[in-house]
Structure formats: structure tokens, C-alpha cells
């Protein structure tokens, strides 16, 4: 079964402090996405990963900064959290690029992060 | 650019009133179209994928259905646990992935 797991399901943190969000998939995927949803919003892209230490900068990228250095674990950092930063965090996974049936992506459960 | 929007917004439903949900897309090229459900502080649960105009797929009391510019959800005879949002996607072919906004569906008992 496919099981995408993230570090916190519910984060607070001050501004101006440095945040870690962790995703792991344990599907052997290859390609790991972070986005935020937001009301009204949406999902959004942060940021996406086709292999490991590898980085593509998705549609919101300003603020948020990426590490892949194994393939089953792709974390977010916030540099410096500012209180626009906000938000609901889902990680997601899919096999890979090859084909439209190694598309599918699957989520983890979030983290909601709050800065204060 | 893709686009994607869903419609209604929302909509509440009496429990085995059925009823469909809409997402229309405009996509330089559908590699994909993808259906999610979504709990309220949680992550989107995958549903299905439509590849070609015409397709259907069907899980439960759910059937999604793709033309060339929109897919619908049938929900048939649905329940209270059918509660949630259900997100539409689209993917094209130069890989990129674009979520519609939601429809946040209610059924009450």
C-alpha cells in the first residue's frame, strides 16, 4: 500500500525562526512534490524533486528552500518563517516520469504550520 | 497556461440524492486527469485517472467520466461518509500538474 508520511501533523513556530518540514515515501518513488493549500488558494507548487539531490522550483518557491539526499526523504525549510508562511504543507510522491500511469501522486496527511 | 475550475463550490446533498460534479480544463496537451477526495485536515486521498476522451472509471458509488474539455463525478445514492472536498488535476505533457479549487460536498442524513 502506498504510504507517504510526514514529520508533525501540527507545527507553531515565532517568526524569523528556521523550519523543517520531513516527507518520506516509502514506494521507491522517484519524483517528490512540496506544495501548500490555502483557502481559496488552493494546492500550490513549492518546490519538486525527479531524483535524488536533484530540485525543480515549482510555482511559489520565494521563501522556501529543498534537500533531497535520499530518495525516499525530500524536506522543506523555511529559512526564516514569516507569519504569511502560514499554512497547510502536503508532501506528495509519485513512480516516476515514465508514463501516464507512473503519474499518480499521493499525499501525506499534512502539516498545518502556524507562525507566530 | 492549464487551467482548471470545478463547479459548484458547493454543494449539499440529501443522503441517496445523486448528483455530479463538474471540472472543466483547458491543457496544452492531457496527459492526465486525476480525481482526489480530501478530509477536512488532511491530505488528498487519489480517486482516479482518466487518460482519453470517453474513459470511465467507477469505485463504488463514484464514477468519474472525461471529455475533451471537462470530466464529471456521478455520485450515485450518496451518503454521509461521501462528505469532503473532491479536488480535479490535470497534467500535461510538459509534466506539469495543475489542482482545481475543490467542490466541498455535504450529504447530510
Known amino acids: 500500500d502506498v504510504k507517504v508520511t510526514q514529520s508533525s501533523r501540527y507545527l507553531v513556530k515565532r517568526t524569523g525562526e528556521k523550519v523543517f518540514l520531513e516527507c518520506v515515501q516509502d514506494m521507491d518513488h522517484e519524483n517528490m512534490f512540496w506544495y501548500r493549500q490555502d483557502p481559496g488558494l488552493g494546492l500550490r507548487l513549492i518546490y519538486f524533486?525527479?531524483?535524488?539531490?536533484?530540485?525543480e522550483k515549482g510555482d511559489i518557491p520565494e521563501g522556501y528552500s529543498v534537500s533531497r539526499e535520499k530518495k525516499e526523504r525530500f524536506s522543506l525549510i523555511l529559512e526564516s518563517a514569516s507569519t504569511n508562511q502560514t499554512s497547510m504543507y502536503l508532501c506528495a510522491s509519485s513512480l516516476s516520469g515514465g508514463g501516464p500511469s507512473t503519474d499518480t501522486q499521493y499525499f501525506g496527511p499534512g502539516t498545518r504550520l502556524t507562525v507566530l | 497556461e492549464d487551467q482548471v475550475t470545478q463547479s459548484p463550490e458547493a454543494l449539499r446533498l440529501q443522503e441517496g440524492e445523486s448528483s455530479s460534479l463538474n471540472c472543466s480544463y483547458t491543457?496544452?496537451?492531457?496527459?492526465?486527469l486525476f480525481w482526489y477526495r480530501q478530509d477536512p485536515g488532511k491530505g488528498p486521498e487519489f480517486l482516479f485517472t482518466?487518460?482519453?476522451a470517453g474513459e470511465e472509471k467507477e469505485k463504488e458509488r463514484l464514477k468519474a467520466t472525461l471529455t475533451k474539455k471537462e470530466s464529471f463525478l456521478h455520485i450515485t445514492a450518496p451518503k454521509p461518509e461521501d462528505s469532503a472536498t473532491y479536488l480535479c488535476a490535470v497534467q500535461d505533457y510538459g509534466q506539469n500538474f495543475v489542482f482545481g479549487p475543490g467542490t466541498r460536498l455535504s450529504v447530510l442524513p
Open positions: 482518466l487518460y482519453s
Open positions: 491543457v496544452s496537451g492531457l496527459r492526465g
Open positions: 524533486s525527479y531524483d535524488v539531490k536533484m530540485k
